[in-house]
Each structure stands twice: as structure tokens, then as C-alpha cells.
């Protein structure tokens, strides 16, 4: 039976790990950066020594293919991949492995010069993690890059999207002509290492994802009085603070208990004004985030929480505005995908189960243009985003093995 060669997996991922890599273990690597620049120049290096194609689209998406020198509507192509970009202080893994094990799936195929009847292509998506823009390159790449907002991107540091691409060579205004021919892509599957505690708790092999989570953020602004901090009487003050916190326990303990076993709820971003210590806060700002793989339910959690803070602010006779920042549907794998993954599991002995993914990826954008679907494999305590986030060398063959065989059935259909 055809299998990947773990070897060459494992130097890839290592010697990509260096890039950016971080004395004592992981790495740093955001899009654009010198960094992420030189890590592209040798993932094409790698691409054309297994005998692919290669091209960088406008969006800096770059891609390596079996069977064709572009995507083309007359013949769909089947695409894999995932992200070369890490969050600050990540791991060697994140994206990296969806792309390296895409690689490795379509050197197999070249050197044993196995029949596929659609072209194959694996990805690097630009900017996964959203340092300028969440999810930017398959944003671009699935139609749905908004042309007059890339002017204005910039990282939370203030950096331009602009300046950094064209330090890299790149038009910034360009990006929306990433946009894939429409019918050019005829299947995406992702491989992706969990970043959560469930694949490893139920001693599953492979997960074979459902849904990608929704996420639902607001701005919750709560405006009371600033007051003297010492001088005003307790019970004449319109604490903005207080109503704040109070928000935070309640929508969690809502949530918690009127949502499903799949809602998370965060607040991690707290603002108080005027933000010293012998002023009433006159004014506090939450950043709200919600998710789950249910759009009805995110829907209703979203709008519960609304009445929840008016009636706080009700109750403590403070003024509240609830400004929606941004809302991701939850995005559904294709049967037929998740059946690819699942017959490849079973015809390599794997064990699966089906899940959802709490963290958002590039394929929730590919959803919207083609039939879509995910594999996990299991990640070593659940830890992902910090240095230590690993899996087994065994899991990742695993996993590379369950994709070729995936990838081999999609180019079959
Ligand atoms: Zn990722």
C-alpha cells in the first residue's frame, strides 16, 4: 500500500522549524515577515525538487501542483494545504504540517507515478493568523477579500499590510485577483494537528471534522460616571467597571448553561476609562467572543447576551452599547470529504471519530467555493500556539497517510 515517507516528513518539518525559530524551542514566523519571506523561497525549492509546479498568486498564497501549471475551470483541480505563518512564540506544527504533509502526498504519487485523474495542488495560505488579516490569503483566494479594505490592514502594532507586501515584492491592491477561477477547484482537505485535548483523552487516531465553529465577537461598551474615588458616597455611584464585570460572570454562567455542550465563551480584551485608581470608572469596554459549530444556536447565545447587558446596565442605571465587530457562519465539511477520510482510515487500520473544530481554519473559506473537509490528529496535552505544541512522529505519519489516501480517492472521482 502506498505510504508517505516519515523521514522525509520529518526533515521538512524540522528544517522549515528553523525559520524563525526560537533558541529553546518554537517559533515565531508572521506573514511577510524576513522570515516567512525566506521560508517561502524554500518551500518552492522543496516543491520543485519532488517535481511540482509552482506559482505565488497575488494574495502571496503560493502553490505546488501534479498535472497542471495552474488552476483551471476545465480541469478542476483537487487542492490541499494549510498555513506557513505562525502566531508570535508558536509551534512548529500549526499549518506547517497540513502544508509539508500536502507536499509529501504529492511526491509520493510524482516518484511512484501513480494514475490521479484531476490535477493535484497543495497550499500555503497566506496569513492564517491573521496578523493583518484573519484567514487573508483563502480570503482572497475564495472571492471573498473586500479590494478597498486591503489599503487600510494593519497589524494592532500599527504596521500596513501595504508596506510589508511591498517589502516582499508584492501589490497589496492586487490581492483581490487571487480569486480562483470559478470550478477550478473540485475538493479541498485539510490536515491539521487538533490544538485541543479530544482526540487524546478518547485515544482516537484520526479526526475527521464536521463543522468548523462560528465566531461571533462584540464591542460591549458600558457608560456610568467618573466620579472622585474617594468623596462620593458608594451608593451614588455609576460604577462602568462593576457593570462590566458583572456582564463578564453572567454571560459566561449564560452560556455555560443555555448553550450546547459545544459553546465557548471569552472576554479578552478589558478596557477601563478613565484608568486610575482613585477615579469611578466612567467608562468600560469588553471585547465579547463566542463560538460554536451551530449557527442557530451562536444566533440565539449572541442575542440572549444582548438582553443580558441591557438588563445589567438597567439594573445599574448605567447607559450599555453592544457594537457587533465581526461574525464567521460556521462552516460544514462535505459528506463525500468526510467519507474520503473516513474509507482511507479504515483501509489503513486507523480509528476515527467525527468532531468539529473550535478553531477557525482556511477551509471554512474553501467551503464556500468547493466540497470541503479536515483531519485531525492528536495533539500532545491539547497545547497548541505556544512552543511546546507537539504530536507524536507516529500521529503525523498517521495523519500524512490518511490525506494521500484521501487525496487519491477525491482525484479518482
Ligand atoms: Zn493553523
Known amino acids: 500500500m502506498l505510504s508517505v515517507s516519515l523521514t522525509r516528513l520529518q526533515r521538512r518539518l524540522v528544517a522549515l522549524s528553523r525559520f524563525g525559530g526560537l533558541l529553546g524551542g518554537g517559533v515565531t514566523r508572521p ?17 520543485r525538487g519532488a517535481g511540482l509546479a509552482t506559482w505565488v498568486d497575488p494574495a502571496g498564497n503560493t502553490f505546488g501542483s501534479l498535472g497542471a501549471t495552474a488552476l483551471a475551470s476545465d480541469r478542476p483541480a483537487v487542492l490541499t494545504g494549510s498555513h506557513i505563518d505562525t502566531v508570535p512564540e508558536g509551534g512548529m506544527l500549526d499549518g506547517a504540517l497540513g502544508v509539508i504533509a500536502g507536499l509529501e502526498c504529492l511526491e509520493v504519487l510524482a516518484e511512484t507515478k501513480t494514475a490521479h485523474q484531476r490535477p493535484l495542488a497543495v497550499a500555503a495560505w497566506t496569513d492564517e493568523e491573521g496578523r493583518y488579516g484573519s484567514l487573508f490569503g483563502s480570503r482572497a483566494f475564495c472571492g471573498k477579500l473586500d479590494g478597498a479594505s486591503v489599503v487600510d490592514m494593519a497589524a494592532v502594532d500599527g504596521e500596513r499590510l501595504a508596506d510589508v507586501m511591498a517589502r516582499a515584492g508584492f501589490d ?49 461598551v458600558f457608560r456610568g460616571q467618573a466620579d472622585h474615588a474617594g468623596t462620593t458616597p458608594m451608593e451614588r455611584r455609576r460604577d462602568a467597571f462593576l457593570a462590566a464585570a458583572d456582564y463578564a460572570l453572567r454571560a459566561r454562567e449564560h452560556v455555560v448553561t443555555r448553550g450546547t455542550n459545544r459553546s465557548v465563551t471569552n472576554i479578552g480584551v478589558v478596557h477601563v476609562h478613565p ?52 461574525a464567521t457562519v460556521p462552516a460544514l465539511a462535505a459528506p463525500r470529504v468526510q467519507a474520503s477520510i473516513e474509507a482511507a482510515c479504515r483501509s489503513l487500520g486507523l480509528t476515527s471519530q467525527r468532531m468539529y473544530s473550535a478553531a477557525g481554519h482556511d477551509a471554512q473559506n474553501l467551503a464556500a467555493i468547493t466540497d470541503m473537509g479536515m483531519l485531525f490528529i492528536p495533539s500532545k496535552g491539547g497545547r497548541s500556539h505556544r512552543v511546546d505544541e507537539m504530536s507524536d512522529w507516529d500521529a503525523i505519519e498517521r495523519g500524512a497517510n490518511t490525506l494521500l489516501h484521501t487525496l487519491l480517492t477525491l482525484a479518482r472521482a
Open 31 to 47: 506573514a511577510w515577515s524576513p522570515q516567512h519571506e525566506e521560508a517561502r523561497a524554500w518551500l518552492i525549492t522543496e516543491m
Open 172 to 220: 497589496a491592491r492586487r490581492a483581490p485577483e487571487a480569486k480562483a477561477p470559478a470550478g477550478s477547484v473540485a475538493a479541498y482537505v485539510e490536515l491539521h494537528i487538533e490544538q485541543g485535548p479530544r482526540l487524546e483523552e478518547s485515544g482516537v487516531q484520526i479526526g475527521v471534522v464536521e463543522a468548523i465553529v462560528g465566531v461571533r465577537r462584540s464591542r460591549i
Open 275 to 326: 484608568g486610575a485608581s482613585n477615579i469611578v470608572p466612567g467608562r468600560a469596554e469588553l471585547v465579547h467572543e463566542m463560538r460554536d459549530p451551530d449557527v442557530a444556536v451562536l444566533e440565539r447565545l449572541w442575542q440572549e447576551c444582548r438582553g443580558l447587558a441591557d438588563s445589567v446596565a438597567r439594573e445599574r442605571q448605567i447607559a450599555v452599547d453592544v457594537v457587533p465587530m465581526s
